[in-house]
Nanobody
């Protein structure tokens, strides 16, 4: 079965950095896309960043220039480096995978991790 595990969440002061990791089992990074999504209580999941099998990336406007998504094929792991964090970045962050290439829509992602809480204090 496809399984995704997020690591690296926590609390940080505004302006600080965190790095999230997504370890993936049962899904090859060269056959689809992996993305990071955030979710606030009672709201739909919102795309943050995606990376496809060709290492093409996309970002939401709110994180562009601050966050970087990358992958390590050998480790079957995807990362989200989060720099210059702001209090408004506080959310639950989910890693997800799809075999649809070049997708950034939450509805197109089939496999989801358990989520990692990121809290940014002022």
């Amino acid at each position: 079965q496809e399984q995704l595990f997020e690591y690296g969440g926590g609390s940080v002061q505004a302006g600080g950095s965190l790095k999230l990791s997504c370890a993936i089992i049962g899904f090859r990074l060269d056959v689809g896309s992996v993305g990071w999504f955030l979710q606030l209580p009672g709201e739909e999941r919102e795309g943050v960043a995606t990376i496809d099998s060709g290492c093409d990336t996309s970002y939401s406007d709110s994180v562009k220039g601050r966050f970087t998504i990358s992958q390590n094929i050998a480790k079957n792991t995807v990362y989200l480096q989060m720099n210059s964090l702001k209090p408004e970045d506080t959310a639950m962050y989910y890693c997800a995978a799809t075999r649809t290439i070049d997708s950034s829509r939450a509805a197109d992602f089939d496999y989801w991790g358990q989520g990692a809480q990121v809290t940014v204090s002022s």
